[in-house]
C-alpha cells in the first residue's frame, strides 16, 4: 500500500525530472538524484527508477552516455542500461 510520504517523494521526483530535462547536460541532475533514486528501488520502486531513467534518456541531453552508463551499473540493482535504451 502506498503512504502519503511514498507518492509525495515519487511525484517529487517526476516533477523534478520534468524541470530539469531540458539541460544542456541532463547527467549532473541525474548524479543528485541517486540518492533518492536508490531509496526508491531499495523500497521495491526500481519500476519508477527505471521508467525515469529511461525518459531521461530518450528526452534529456546526455553529454556522456559511458557514464550514464557507469552511473547506473555502480548504483542500481535493478536498473541497468540495456533495460533503458530498449525503450
Known sequence: METPVNLVSKAGIVELVLKHIFDDDLLPFLNSLIKELQALEQAGDSAI?????????CRGRIV??????ALINNNFTGAHPGQIKNF
Not at 527508477?49 to 534518456?57: C, E, G, H, R, W
Open 64 to 69: 556522456d552516455t559511458k557514464e550514464l552508463n
Open 49 to 57: 527508477v527505471t521508467q525515469v531513467l529511461k525518459y531521461s534518456l
